[in-house]
């Protein structure tokens, strides 16, 4: 019972934190567009990734990059010392998946990108200088033709090797986003996004995964809040620095609402991860016992069951702040350990 206890102590110590973050940014209203003065994060280190790729090569609607390169320019803008090290080519819904060497080991290149023109000079003063990295699984170069490396992947190679040839004792933080998409509900399983946080965890780095909501009208897609997401991101690090919640173990996932035409910005909230996924996946089709082919698509998502889910305050355009523990274990029930120990 000694694991197992400090197991939920650990667990129930990290909810805290969050919980504490979440009601410290409360004061920031509709979304902290209106905080003044700007936040300093004047001598943070922070190694930003993310599941969308480092190239930025879709300037126009976000899907490869542009909300890493805006919460970027916030992160720098407020005196951060960033270096990004993110996967070479799109990686949504990788989860945290690893790259292994199997019986052989596997070459991973970490390779300078060319920053998008209009984020070009956005770092120039700090340390690194806004460095920006790709990661691949082949011996170089990276290209559209080799495989990427996954979220986890470019989390990992850069806290156990590359990072330190920045930083002798960084990074203080670990951000992964901004992404295109929510990420909310059981997809938290499955995101990319997360699934590097959760990764920086396992080197006892705090992490903040951060997601830009979707809009279902496809020709609002270029309007995806990506410069709010990181106003606000740049407001709540802010918050945690001054509290001292920066502390290994801390992993939240913060999702920023979309607002159309009529609505407004609610505040930030303390959630729970939801039961629904915001997506509802649907296979179509009718496949014979043979085999055959179905077409994977959008669906409506099911009703949302749990109480106070991120889900649920992502609808209403609050801001969901969920605080994860990474760790998939838990307590077995009593019954079920005894009958398992043969007693």
Known sequence: MKVTTTSIRRRSSVLVVGAAIAATVLTLGGGAQAASPAPSLAGLKVLLTNDDSARGLDAGFGTDGKGLYELRKALCAAGADVLVVAPWSQQSGAGARMTTPGFSPVPLTVQAVNVPAAYAGDCSSSSTAGAVFGVCTTAGPCSSSVPSASPADAVNIALSRFAKTYWSDGPDLVLSGTNFGQNVGSTLNHSGTVGAAVTAR???????????EVPRDLAQIPNVPFAATATFAVDLIAKAVKYKMLKPGLVLNVNHPFIGAGETLGKPVFTVAGSSNDIGLTFNGDVPKTG????????????????????????????????????????????????????
Do not use: C, H, R
């Open 202 to 212: 396992e080197y006892g780095v705090p992490a903040i995964a951060f997601s830009a």
């Open 292 to 343: 055959g082919t179905y077409q994977l698509s959008a669906g409506t998502p099911a009703a949302e069951t749990k109480q106070n889910a991120d889900t649920t305050a992502l609808a209403a355009n609050k801001i969901p702040i969920t605080a994860l523990d990474g760790d998939w274990s838990k307590s077995a029930p009593g019954l079920l350990m005894l009958a398992l120990m043969g007693k």
